[in-house]
């Protein structure tokens, strides 16, 4: 069922049908100290089918987009479309047709993976006997059958990620929202979240990614946007934002050097901000 | 209302596999039972005090124990706890209606209660203590105390989604003190001084524990049981009504 329903997006992904769709996008936050723009007017398109990465250094407004485009933050200004659907207007909706792993893997240590992804099949209208059929699918994707029925605090950090990425696939999503999928796991795992991430999305699944590694994002990418104190400021293919410094500089470049001249840093400066982590299949 | 009864089921299941916050919620409140009792009861003796209808100071104090065990719920501290880990966000993501996030957690608080409840009542009928209502009685009175429990841990929700602090919602949990004070406590509201027996008629908890007490002391009297019910189902449909705003407000 799942590749059926794989295939008609994939097909879906050829017409040329916005996943994502964002304009003059704005987030303001009213604080004590003032008011604080986080997005302040951000243009995007995410075609169907694509894995889509979103780069940018701490507080540049990653996490700000991802929370408005899953309707869990309200849009100051501005207009989102997601799956076709108005982010503002038709939230519940959105809900039905998008999957969500926020940074922290937002999990319930008391549950186990089994009870945690049965839970979240019948929050999506699932069925009984159907969530719990779904859950034991997702458990064995993310090779999890084994630690199923264990409490999730016994888990590692990289099992709760799998885990939480399972989560997130139980309603078959046409697009899937990954929050800094990797942060925090050593490279062993990030590799099988990588891996599990292109399975995602060769069956169908838009990819909308965010993360503070720039290797998975050249791994994994078809196309990135860098975001910088809120403002878009770089968009292509991970080659093509390569080539194009390249050739304005005359050397080699890697997308490190990209990020470091679209937001204007040294290595010195983004030091702690930006990490690499090699991490070859 | 599928959603609020799975997300109830969790909420349950969460209680069971945690019995150190239940424990206080059944200890503490036996605690001031015996306290108060063994401060009290040879001012009030069985049978010579007209108020207690024959019964021992116990039976008088058994609501006010009974009113503190359903205003001791976890259910907003869970709650924090979803909030801070991130798992709030992920059931936020989910499609259901926005009122079943809430009520989810206060059925499973309201079943909890009805458990605790039935335990202390037990505890009283051991020590000597009769629900002159008679069964259906017995069931009006954990029923109304879940109802209770309910509101209560409503109230604490709200707290707990606005400041997402648990140290802020376990302090807004000590207002159930002067509520619980300003009530006809330790004797009947007529007994009390006068500027007590007002704040104690304006404190909607006062008719509340006026039923319970209703319940155990004398036969069914609709009138007092009624007014106790009614100001439950008042305070959960406004609390219910805030939650709602507040979590659709949340961001």
Redesign the interface.
């Known amino acids: 069922m799942a590749e059926v329903e794989g295939a008609q997006r994939i097909v879906r992904a050829g017409s040329g049908e916005a996943a994502v769709e964002v304009e003059g996008l704005v987030k303001t936050y009213r604080s004590r100290a003032g008011t604080v723009e986080a997005v302040c007017g951000v243009d995007l398109r995410v075609e169907a089918g694509e894995i889509f990465g979103f780069l940018g250094p701490n507080g540049a407004g990653k996490s700000t987009m991802v929370r408005m485009l899953t309707t869990l933050l309200s849009i100051t200004a501005g207009f989102a479309r997601v799956a076709g659907l108005d982010v503002a207007r038709e939230p519940d909706a959105v809900r039905q047709r998008i999957g969500v792993a926020l940074q922290e893997a937002g999990l319930d240590a008391r549950q186990t993976g089994r009870e945690l992804l049965v839970l979240q099949g019948r929050l999506f209208d699932l069925s009984p006997r159907d969530a719990a059929a779904r859950a034991d699918e997702l458990l064995e994707l993310v090779e999890l059958s084994d630690a199923a029925d264990r409490r999730i605090k016994s888990y590692s950090g990289g099992m709760k990620r799998r885990l939480d990425l399972a989560s997130a696939l139980v309603h078959r999503p046409e697009v899937l929202f990954l929050d800094e999928p990797t942060t925090g796991l050593d490279p062993a795992s990030r590799v099988t979240v990588w891996d599990e991430v292109r399975r995602i999305n060769e069956r169908g699944t838009t990819v909308f990614l965010t993360t503070q590694y720039l290797e998975e994002a050249d791994q994994l990418c078809d196309r990135l946007a860098i975001i910088d104190a809120g403002l878009i400021v770089r968009e292509g293919t991970p080659a093509r934002l390569k080539n194009d410094l390249s050739e304005r500089l005359g050397r080699e470049v890697t997308l490190d050097d990209v990020f470091l001249d679209a937001t204007g840093r040294t290595r010195t400066h983004v030091a702690g901000e930006v990490q690499e982590v090699s991490a070859h299949d | 209302m ?2 609020a009864l ?2 109830a089921r ?1 909420a349950l ?2 209680g069971i ?2 019995p150190e916050a239940i424990i206080p919620t059944l200890f503490i409140p036996l605690f001031f039972l015996v306290v108060n009792v063994g401060q009290a009861a040879r001012i009030f003796p069985g049978s010579t005090t007209a108020f207690l209808h024959g019964q021992g100071y116990g039976a008088f104090q058994l609501p006010s124990s009974m009113l503190l065990a359903a205003s001791f719920g976890s259910a907003a501290l869970f709650l924090i706890e ?1 909030i801070v ?12 209606h926005r009122s079943a996030l809430v009520l989810g957690r206060l059925l499973a608080e309201g079943l909890k209660t009805l458990l605790i409840a039935s335990v202390i009542v037990a505890l009283g009928l051991a020590f000597g203590i009769s629900i002159a209502s008679g069964l259906v009685g017995f069931f009006l009175l954990i029923g109304l105390t879940a109802g209770w429990a309910i509101v209560y841990a409503g109230f604490m929700q709200i707290i707990a989604l606005k400041t997402r602090s648990a140290a802020a919602t376990n302090s807004a949990g000590l207002v159930f003190f002067p509520l619980l004070f300003l009530t006809p406590n330790f004797v009947p509201r007529n007994l009390l001084t006068h500027p007590m027996e007002v704040a104690a008629t304006i404190n909607p908890v006062t008719y509340v524990m006026e039923a319970l007490r209703s319940l155990i002391l004398q036969h069914l009297r609709w009138q007092t049981i009624g007014l106790g019910y009614l100001v439950v189902a008042v305070a959960a449909a406004i609390m219910l009504a805030l939650s709602v705003r507040v979590i659709r407000n949340y ?1």
Do not use: I
């Open positions: 599928t959603d799975v997300l969790r299941r969460e596999r945690t979803d880990g991130g798992y709030f966000d992920k059931l936020r993501a989910t499609p259901v961001d």
